[in-house]
């Protein structure tokens, strides 16, 4: 029975407020949807699995891979506004400063060094044409984080089409200290108002008559996702002093399946907006009820059984997780080029159109592979030296900055940055983007 009071006692800890382990797993099955659906955009590999005679086919859950962006979304409101769940009442916030300096050493030298790559080759390739001002206006607004607010900058730019995240991430840092001190004072109030703005405004796109392209991915039709993660942080606080036990476990195991059930359905009634008119339109009716099947999975899975956080919670998924924002920015590029350059052979010309199934294995494995060794390159050898040289002469993580008002302010790390505080092998920053 030893093994029973190992099991009960790991049911009665009350889950770690600092790092939430299966938040890895989370942002990484995530983002492996996202990845796998630009891959496929290429290869055009029908996805089934032989099991015992029987196929089974992934087609519907590839088709609306994009669609795991808002998870991602929602996680990020999630892990930046974690931390602020420890602070004690009356006890003083960040500064705004502080946090904007933090986002800007983790996202900006990466984003930059993407930009700066894509323009030579654009250069290189005449993919502007020779039209200098259409260069400069994709070069500029790339710079200002400002190319989700015209079209041939946003659907059209030859800069990396997926840094539009990283814009829209820009936008959502912009208001989170204030919208951190609103959740603070008033958390639901300050999660509904988001929810039934953004709610109306996605309903009038949703019967919009024209082309929703421009807009369905905007600052409105996202900010009270982002919100709705950070509610999810300040409900997992609440969560996590209450007493826990087998039951408790059990019953959040339980709940885990069924929000991923719930994501799955939901992928595949994505799936069946065939037409690209109703595509945007899908992305938009779904977008809160697969924020809030996300939700529920953040909240149950951090709560769950052993072998639940394990599961998306280990070594494996914290290493993928410190590397997976260099793995959402390149690997729609890398999969065009590795197309486009021939690096897979084939008899065909168009191994894709004609469903060479040898190549497209092979071209499917080879993204993959690819995407992840760039990651790796580009995590250890730019992105963490770069940021440690621009925090070096910052003050330590945790040390305590003059009073304000009689109270020391702590200057925190979001729970991304406190994975590299983890005693753990293969430690990684988590990208909460």
């Known amino acids: 029975m030893q093994w029973f009071k190992a099991w009960k006692a790991d049911a009665e800890q009350l889950p770690d407020d600092r790092y939430v382990a299966v938040c890895d797993g989370i942002r990484i099955l995530a983002i492996f949807m996202v990845v796998w659906f630009h891959i496929w955009q290429q290869s055009w590999l029908y ?18 891979g994009y669609m795991h ?32 300096k933090k986002r800007l050493v ?3 030298p990466s984003y930059y060094l993407t930009i700066a790559i894509m323009l030579v080759v654009a250069i290189v390739t005449d993919a502007h044409h020779n039209n200098y001002p259409t260069l400069s206006l994709d070069l500029i607004t790339h710079l200002t984080f400002t190319q989700m607010f015209r ?3 946003y659907y059209y730019t030859h800069l990396n089409a997926a840094l539009w995240t990283i814009c829209l991430e820009m ?37 919009a008559q024209w082309d929703i392209k421009p807009y369905f991915n905007q600052f ?24 826990h036990n087998i039951f408790t476990r059990i019953v959040c195991s339980a709940g885990t399946v069924a929000a991923l059930a719930m994501i799955i359905r939901l992928a595949y009634a994505q799936s069946s907006m065939g037409n690209a008119g109703y595509i945007e339109q899908g992305q938009v009716m779904h977008r809160l009820p697969l924020a809030l099947a996300g939700a529920c999975l953040l909240l149950f899975a951090g709560n769950a059984g052993w072998l639940v956080r394990h599961i998306l919670g280990n070594p494996v998924m914290h290493f993928l997780s410190g590397i997976s924002m260099h793995i959402y920015i390149w690997n729609q590029v890398l999969a065009v080029w590795i197309l486009q350059l021939r690096i897979i052979p084939s008899v065909y010309e168009h191994p ?22 760039v990651a790796v390159l580009l995590t250890y050898f730019f992105e963490r030296p770069v940021a440690r040289r621009l925090m ?23 729970s991304s940055e406190m994975v590299d505080k983890l005693p753990q092998s293969g430690t990684a920053e988590g990208a909460d983007q």
Not at 79 to 100: A, D, E, V
Not at 352 to 373: K, M, R, S, V
């Open 69 to 100: 962006v808002d998870l991602m979304i929602l996680i990020s409101g999630f892990c930046l506004y974690l931390p602020y769940t420890r602070l004690q009442p009356g006890q003083p916030l960040p500064s705004f400063l502080s946090f904007y």
């Open 392 to 414: 070096r002469n910052s003050r330590s993580t945790g040390k305590a900055v003059p009073a304000v008002n009689g109270t020391q302010v702590m200057e925190m790390p979001d």
């Open 47 to 64: 996805p089934v699995l032989t099991l015992f005679g029987r196929n089974i086919s992934f087609d519907p859950l590839v088709r609306s």
């Open 151 to 153: 079209m041939e900058t």
């Open 171 to 207: 936008q959502l840092y912009l208001v989170f200290p204030i919208v951190a001190r609103l959740m603070r004072r008033q958390p639901i109030l300050t999660t509904l108002v988001p929810v039934a703005a953004c709610t109306y405004f996605r309903w009038v796109l949703m019967n």
């Open 106 to 108: 983790r996202i900006a």
């Open 220 to 243: 409105p039709a996202y900010f009270d996702i982002f919100v709705l993660g950070m509610f999810t942080a300040f409900l997992y606080g609440k969560l996590r002093t209450c007493p």
């Open 352 to 373: 894709n159109y004609e469903g060479d199934h040898p190549w497209q294995l092979q071209f499917t494995l080879a993204c993959f592979a690819i995407t992840f060794a």
